[in-house]
Structure formats: structure tokens, C-alpha cells
């Protein structure tokens, strides 16, 4: 037998990317007993098991694998078609599937994303924000925006920007606690530290005349989204090392103070982050684009 409905491929490819028929069904918009029951369908039609299932999770079989492999390719394939259809009207259409992170997102990114959708009425954006690790290649997203180097050969990154961690605290918290002098003194300060990955980032790295320093902190608060982090230091309860794209606006209305102005720290890219050999659709491409040009004169200014 063939397959009869190209549409129950959804079910196939959301399975596999939630775990679950649970999340497939809630992907899709239909019931779990649906989800199922087109799976079901899926593998009577071809004769062949499609997942190994548990009490916990689904995962594919062999011969899953491999339909999903050509099943991701036929729906990119549809995808590159209706952009190509829909480029004869010179108009954008779809949508903006974006992943960015939290503090990035409140600080710089939101207006950006409202301009956007202004100028191409035709794109719906899905945001999904936060500081964790997200595999792009796996989830559906279209775009990442992410800190730090590129560590997966699957994927194409465009860079925005370079960019250095500040030292901040607020004027009440230096009215109460002082100011560091050296960076050896944050160990006698409250340390708002961030986890990356699981682990947290307790280690803060200073440079002078080019001589490298490194000093343990340690507070009282540890989080692992960006923003709170910095909301944590903007309230006055302790000492924050964030992107300078986080805290720029924080710094400049008076609410942050710098610290250790001095002294440098290491720097790090910030990159829009796409699968590698996925069509691009023309939105994507058009928003990357858009971006870069709002970071290059962020950065002029």
C-alpha cells in the first residue's frame, strides 16, 4: 500500500520532534487519540513500524527514520514552492518561526519585530524566548538568535555583532555595599550569577595591560533566564556580569552604574543561527536581513 494523505506526515514529523503523541497532537491542533490513530493508519498503509514505544516516550524506528528524513525534505520542498508562488506578488507570506533570548528580546529585539510585521502585513511571527539550549535543527524554528561560538557544523550562522559583558550594579546597592576596585573584590560582594547549559557561570574573567585574571563569585541568587537576572541587579540586590546589548538602556537612564569600566572582558558573538542545507524561505531571508541592518546601526549609534 501507499501513503494516501500526505497529511498524516505532520503526525510522523511532530512525534518525532515532541517525544510524544501528546505533543504532536497539541502541535497539530487535534486530539492524542487522532494523532494515534493516523499513526496507526501511517504504518498499516506501509506495512512497517514507525516508533518503538514506551510508557515515556516514542522513538523512531530504522525505517521511521528514513521517512522521516524524506518527509522533512518533501514538506521543505512544498514550503520552497509556496515562497516561490508567492514572491511573484512581491509580497512576504508566513510564518516567522524565531527563537531569541529572553533579556536580548525585552531590551532590543521587541520593537524590531513590530516594525517588521508592520512592513510585510503577510508574516505571522512565532517567538518562542529564553536562555536555554535549542536544537534548531530538531524544533521548529526558522531562526535563532544565540550568544557565544558557533558549535554545530549543521548549522549556518550570519553574525550581528561582537560583544562585550558589562560589570553593572545598581546606585542603591553601591550606596549600601561600595564599589569594587579590582576584580578580587567581587568576592566580598553579591554575585548574580547565570546558568548556561545546566551549569552556573560562577567564574568572571578580567583583563588589564592584556594580563588575564579570573575571579570565583558567589551570591545568593542564581538564574537561568538572562532577564531576571538583570531585573535582580536593577532592584539593587547584588553585582551582574551581562551582554552590553542587555544593559545598555539600564546604563544610560541611570538605573545600572558600570563597574570596573577599566578593566576588559572577554568578548562574544551574537549570531542568527540557521539549519544548514534547509531552504530558506524568502521571509527568513528578508528578516535576517533586516536585523543585520538594525545591529549595524545600533552599533554606529
Known amino acids: 500500500m501507499k501513503i494516501e494523505n500526505l497529511s498524516d506526515l505532520q503526525v510522523l514529523v511532530h512525534t518525532a520532534r515532541g517525544g510524544t503523541l501528546t505533543a504532536a497532537a497539541h502541535a497539530l491542533g487535534i486530539t492524542p487519540a487522532a494523532a ?176 588575564w585574571t579570573e575571579v570565583r563569585v558567589n551570591g545568593d541568587r542564581s538564574v537561568d533566564d538572562a532577564s531576571l537576572a538583570r531585573e535582580w541587579t536593577v532592584a539593587g540586590y547584588g553585582v551582574s556580569l551581562k551582554s552590553a546589548l542587555d544593559v545598555r538602556n539600564d546604563i544610560r537612564a541611570g538605573r545600572l552604574v558600570r563597574l570596573l569600566p577599566e578593566w576588559e572582558t572577554e568578548a562574544y558573538p551574537l549570531h542568527a543561527l540557521l539549519p544548514s542545507g534547509r531552504f530558506v524561505p524568502a521571509r527568513v531571508r528578508a528578516f535576517v536581513d533586516f536585523l543585520a541592518l538594525k545591529f549595524e546601526v545600533l552599533l554606529r549609534g
Open 36 to 211: 494515534s490513530a493516523t499513526l496507526k493508519r501511517l504504518e498499516t498503509q506501509l506495512g512497517a513500524r514507525l516508533f518503538e514505544r514506551s510508557t515515556r516516550a516514542m522513538r523512531l524506528t530504522p525505517q521511521g527514520q528514513t521517512l522521516l528524513d524524506y518527509a522533512v525534505r518533501a514538506f521543505e520542498l512544498l514550503a520552497e514552492g509556496e515562497s516561490l508562488v508567492t514572491a511573484d506578488r512581491g509580497e512576504l507570506v508566513g510564518t516567522l518561526r524565531v527563537a531569541s533570548p529572553s533579556d536580548l528580546t525585552r531590551s532590543t529585539l521587541l520593537p524590531w519585530f513590530d516594525e517588521f510585521l508592520a512592513l510585510h502585513s503577510g508574516v505571522q511571527l512565532s517567538l518562542s524566548v529564553g536562555d536555554r539550549p535549542l536544537d534548531v535543527m530538531r524544533d521548529e524554528v526558522d531562526v535563532a538568535l544565540r550568544y557565544g561560538a558557533l558549535a554545530d557544523s549543521r548549522l549556518v550562522a550570519r553574525p550581528f555583532a561582537m560583544t562585550n559583558p558589562l560589570l553593572t550594579a545598581s546606585p542603591d546597592y553601591l550606596r549600601r555595599h561600595g564599589a569594587p576596585r579590582v576584580p578580587q573584590d567581587l568576592v566580598h560582594h553579591n554575585c548574580l550569577t547565570f546558568n548556561r547549559s545546566g551549569r552556573r557561570h560562577r567564574v568572571w574573567r578580567f583583563a588589564l595591560d592584556g594580563q
